[in-house]
T-cell receptor, first 110, second 111 residues
């Protein structure tokens, strides 16, 4: 099976802009989770979607949002970008408790 | 929230050496995973091990859930083992996909 894919892999934006990241899970996986990784805060859980419904949410401001489509593909959106949003954004799909991560999207906010 | 501590934070080994990485967690969990993050940022799942012992080639892991710790053993280390090793857990509250990560152990294997 193909692994988790994320697009784009790299992105440069300026403060105040918004960005949409995409994640395609492993075929058959219905749960998709998003994480943010920064040098200062490490890996932090953003949210999880299952069957198009947000099932869990981390402690991030409302500027961070997501959705899941009927084919389990997921998108996350960050509005009004801040410098501190520069990070590696990782998506994971899971089955029976095991999470499989995609290669990530590196976002740089200038 | 749950606390996850990993030790040591940094480790330098010569190729062929063995090592043990430790993960302590502060609450009961129903999900514990070990990951290896390579230099390109990719997180590779090594073990799903909420309890017991598992082995995969030169790697093995043991989780003692009642004592709230897990160990990752790397034997006969190779330079390709370099990277950051993360332990991640989820609580027994139906949030198995909401992983809390430790701060990682950065491993460097030298020739």
């Amino acid at each position: 099976k193909a692994g988790v894919t994320q697009t784009p892999r790299y992105l440069i934006k300026t403060r105040g802009q918004q960005v949409t990241l995409s994640c395609s899970p492993i075929s058959g996986h219905r749960s998709v989770s998003w994480y943010q990784q920064t040098p200062g805060q490490g890996l932090q859980f953003l949210f999880e979607y299952f069957s198009e419904t947000q099932r869990n949410k981390g402690n991030f401001p409302g500027r961070f949002s997501g959705r899941q489509f009927s084919n389990s593909r997921s998108e996350m959106n960050v509005s009004t970008l801040e410098l501190g949003d520069s990070a590696l954004y990782l998506c994971a799909s899971s089955t029976r408790g095991t999470q499989y991560f995609g290669p990530g999207t590196r976002l740089l906010v200038l | 929230g749950i606390q996850v501590e990993q030790s040591p934070p940094d480790l330098i080994l010569q190729e062929g050496a063995n090592s043990t990485l430790r993960c302590n967690f502060s609450d009961s969990v129903n999900n514990l995973q070990w990951f290896h993050q390579n230099p390109w940022g990719q997180l590779i799942n090594l073990f799903y091990i909420p309890s017991g012992t598992k082995q995969n080639g030169r790697l093995s892991a043991t989780t003692v859930a009642t004592e709230r710790y897990s160990l990752l053993y790397i034997s006969s280390s190779q330079t390709t083992d370099s990277g950051v090793y993360f332990c991640a857990v989820a609580l027994n509250t139906g949030t198995a996909s909401k992983l809390t990560f430790g701060t990682g152990t950065r491993l460097q294997v030298t020739l």
